[in-house]
């Protein structure tokens, strides 16, 4: 049995299931403090039987680097009480020391994309997960394989340029105020016109302005990785007509100019909101096969 976690700021997904597309129970937690949430997590696996390996998709930013100490830690995240928290090894020591894969979150859900395109054998080709809500997040496998560089990307953070309309809004990132992430995310939206997007309603200009912002990353991610697709998810995403108007912009970005062009796709998640606990279980499987 395969365990998996998605581990959000807000709330884990908790999931076991004998493969990575069948979960056969989950549960979900709100995220307190590391100590009381990862006992609990580890409880209610401990109460689903015996688990041959962990895969855990969580909020970063993370420690990817299999030789460092801190391996498996939420690192320097601003959310109070989880800065240097080991995540990774704490967890798999709680359940009797099963073999765990960790990712980040957004790599997790590539992934999960990734894998579920042609079923069993997918692998060819490459793709992006651009998640947009709280913050933006952008996660890459490339060749099969969950993209981590010395780190890992944080697409969220690129500098675009300013959107028409939209040339006096300083940006809400507290390290670069105008990146990606400062201009286009849920508090950036809220700052400029004090509604989500889905409130505004289709007709008003912030639409256009944070579908320019969002195919300028997806533009990035197709100029410089030659992805595939890029699939967005998360909230201000799953707002209508948004991810159709941000293909039609990096369409126009495009300017016909990139090597295949009309094979570059941008869609909604095929698993809707399970590509991250799918990618959590994926990570599972990995680690089992490695172990
Ligand atoms: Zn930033």
Not at 34 to 58: D, K, M, R, V, Y
Not at 121 to 134: E, Q
């Amino acid at each position: 049995m395969l365990a998996a976690i998605e581990a959000g700021g807000t709330k884990f997904v908790l999931a076991v299931g004998p493969s990575p597309d069948t979960i056969t129970a989950r549960h979900t937690i709100p995220t307190r403090d590391p100590q009381a949430t990862l006992a609990e997590a580890a409880a209610w696996f401990a109460a689903q039987g015996p688990l041959t390996a962990l895969g855990i998709g969580s909020f970063g930013p993370v420690e990817l680097d299999r030789a460092a100490a801190n391996w498996g830690f939420i690192t320097t995240t601003p959310k109070p009480g989880w800065a240097h928290t080991d995540v990774a090894r704490r967890l798999a020591g709680a359940l009797g020391g099963v073999p765990v894969g960790f990712d980040t979150d957004v790599n997790a859900a590539a992934l999960a994309e990734h894998a579920a395109r042609g079923g069993a054998g997918a692998g060819a080709g490459s793709l992006a997960y651009l998640t947009s809500g709280t913050g933006i997040g952008g996660g890459l496998v490339v060749d099969g394989r969950p993209v981590h560089g010395i780190a890992h990307p944080e697409v969220g953070h690129i500098y675009p340029r300013r959107a028409p309309g939209d040339s006096d809004f300083p940006g809400v990132c507290p390290h670069h105020g105008d990146c990606l992430e400062g201009l286009a995310a849920g508090p950036a939206v809220m700052a400029r016109w004090g509604a989500s997007l889905s409130e505004l309603g289709e007709g008003h200009p912030a639409h256009a302005i944070i579908a320019d912002y969002v195919a300028q990353a997806c533009h990035t991610l197709f100029a410089s990785v030659a992805v595939e697709e890029v699939v967005i998810g998360g909230g201000v995403a799953q707002t209508p007509g948004l991810v159709e108007r941000i293909a039609a912009r990096a369409r126009e970005l495009d300017a016909g100019y990139l090597p295949g062009g009309a094979r570059h796709r941008i869609i909604a998640p095929r698993l809707g909101t399970d590509s991250g606990i799918t990618g959590a279980m994926l990570l599972a499987a990995r680690a089992a096969a490695e172990a």
